[in-house]
């Protein structure tokens, strides 16, 4: 799984589309690609390929957030562009199947990898706000308050607690998964102003 860009020229693709200026989308970028090398690394898969999926996913989200059902429209051009292979483009694309963008709504994922994207994206949001409300602090976070806030459906309503379940699919448990992002995001912790 060859990749056609460095870590340094994907991070330059993402700045032409999403500006440095939203804190918060490059939060979720850098903190979505932590945890996918993360679950990379437990899976023995290829870090580098799992962390460029998760850097990326939202490749077009600065040019379509305004009207979010144009969301992962762009995204196809864009890596097709960049160099990336189609199994790469389709991956990114998934973690959009059942949300009304792109005509996507009707379609489910399927393969392991899939599942790990999805899951891993959406558990930042969970994480993030969670730290947020802990004083930004990340460095004593526990599994156990984590799981309190996943349980609370009124906290960080957004988050899908579904897709975050996506990754018993790949036999990591609920418990490994949050451990395993936990870790993630506090080793990335000063780029992505946690403390």
């Given at each position: 799984m060859t990749l056609p860009l460095t870590r340094t020229q994907a991070l330059e693709l993402l700045e032409?589309?999403?500006?440095?200026?939203?804190?918060?989308?490059?939060?979720?970028?850098?903190?979505?690609?932590?945890?996918?090398?993360?679950?990379?690394?437990?899976?023995?898969?290829?870090?580098?390929?799992?962390?460029?999926?998760?850097?990326?996913?939202?490749?077009?989200?600065?040019?379509?957030?305004?009207n979010t059902q144009e969301h992962l429209t762009k995204a196809s051009e864009i890596l097709?562009?960049?160099?990336?292979?189609?199994?790469?483009?389709?991956t990114i694309i998934s973690h959009g199947y059942g949300f009304d963008c792109a005509n996507l709504k009707d379609l489910q994922r399927t393969k392991p990898i899939e599942h790990?994207?999805?899951?891993?994206?959406?558990?930042?949001?969970?994480?993030?706000?969670?730290?947020?409300?802990?004083?930004?602090?990340?460095?004593?976070?526990?599994?156990k308050g984590l799981k309190k806030k996943f349980k609370?459906?009124?906290?960080?309503?957004?988050?899908?607690?579904?897709i975050i379940k996506e990754i018993e699919n790949l036999s990591i448990t609920l418990d490994e998964f949050f451990q395993l992002s936990i870790e993630?995001?506090?080793?990335?912790?000063?780029?992505?102003?946690l403390e």
């Open positions: 032409k589309h999403n500006p440095k200026s939203n804190t918060q989308d490059w939060n979720h970028f850098l903190e979505s690609e932590a945890i996918m090398k993360a679950l990379a690394q437990k899976l023995n898969q290829d870090q580098d390929y799992w962390a460029m999926l998760g850097l990326l996913h939202d490749i077009d989200w600065g040019i379509t957030k305004n097709e562009q960049a160099g990336f292979n189609q199994e790469f483009i389709e790990a994207l999805a899951a891993a994206e959406t558990l930042t949001g969970l994480i993030h706000a969670y730290a947020l409300m802990r004083g930004k602090k990340i460095s004593d976070m526990q599994v609370d459906k009124t906290f960080a309503a957004n988050c899908n607690r579904e993630a995001i506090k080793n990335i912790k000063s780029l992505v102003d």
